[in-house]
């Protein structure tokens, strides 16, 4: 039982088949370098540290840009919905975590929040105007508060009443997914946006993702064979579906076993690019239809392919990749079928996190 338990807790803070290969091609060629698409992401830049940095690069790869001298959290950074403002988290030397905005250009640097241990897991809300993070309720506990800040008025408002509560996440109607943490479990809850009508929707999963249309929530949650796997539902829980089921168990202690995760809708909600580490171990991205079927394998290399996410055109795939060990971790490209994958970066250091805005 503590096995099956310590395997649940794994497998819901993951924040990470042999099928035949079908053409996701659209109907005309289209060159991501000539796009007028900006990719933000994370990258250690600075000479003898560990530390992560904010770039910003043009699509061909071009004019890579620092955004600001504060380090930032190693997590993907948090673009508003305009393409016009980013969220980041940063350690300062004191121990405390703090939350800032910014333009994507790097100026109107703005802390929001600041607290001890943590501070972060942030979202926008549909309109902009407000964000969701959770936040570390005090210094003496691991428990953290769901804070909705209304960037209009600098408002700070509770959401959350107890317990440990992460990766608060806003449908495009402004209700809100999270995760409650206890020693036992994590459950996905959902409530209006002042906080009202808390409801326990999905037990024994995390990390709720929303489809662009509000219609449906991926997350992760451990299926019949205890590995981390993709499901989906409505969102009130219902007509939960298991789209995932292959997995490779761990080759030191077998617990937990890899499997699939980090769910990310296409913006027509048809298709979801996922990683899945159950080809020898290593990350490797895949597609598939929104019902599970189809599922398609994208990389196949000897080294990691993770962190993907869709452009907002739905026509690319960004994602990261050591493929080539004498620059490390780099950035790429490909198409959403897969071809033409090719790096972006081209630094020697480690990269990682992209997202992409269009301004």
Sequence with gaps: MKKLTY???????????????????????????????????????????????????????????????????????VISHSGKTVLFAHGTNDHFCELYSMNIDGTNLTLLDRADRYCGSADWSSDDTRIVYSKNRNETTDDKDIILYDLTTSNKTILSESGDNISARFSPDNKIAYCRRNNLSCDIHIMNID????????????????????????????????????????????????????????????????????????????????????????????????????????????????????????????????????????????DINGTDQYPLSNYIGDDCFPVATNL
């Design 195 to 334: 906080g009202s009508n808390k409801q326990l929707i999905i037990p024994d999963a995390g990390c709720p993702v929303w489809s662009p249309d509000g219609k449906r929530i991926a997350f992760i949650s451990k299926g019949s064979i205890g590995s981390p796997q993709i499901f989906t539902s409505k969102p009130d829980g219902s007509e939960i579906k298991q789209l995932t089921d292959t997995y490779k168990p761990c080759w030191d202690s077998g617990f937990p076993p890899f499997g699939n995760h980090d769910p990310q809708w296409t913006p027509d909600c048809k298709k979801i690019v996922y990683q899945s580490d159950i080809d020898d171990g290593m990350p490797e991205i895949y597609i598939m239809n929104n019902d599970g079927s189809k599922q398609t394998r994208l990389t196949n290399t000897e080294r990691r392919n993770d962190s993907p996410t869709v452009t907002p055109d739905g026509r690319f795939i960004l994602f990261t990749s050591n493929r080539d060990m004498s620059l490390g971790a780099e950035i790429y490209v490909m």
């Design 7 to 77: 395997l649940s807790l794994i497998i819901i803070s993951l924040l990470i088949t042999n099928c035949e290969k079908e053409d996701f091609d659209f109907s005309e060629d289209f060159d991501f370098s000539q796009t007028e698409t900006k990719i933000l992401f994370i990258s250690r830049r600075i000479e003898n540290s560990a530390s992560w940095n904010l770039i910003l690069m043009n699509s061909d790869g071009s004019q890579q840009k620092k955004l600001t001298d504060l380090t930032v959290g190693c997590q993907r950074p």
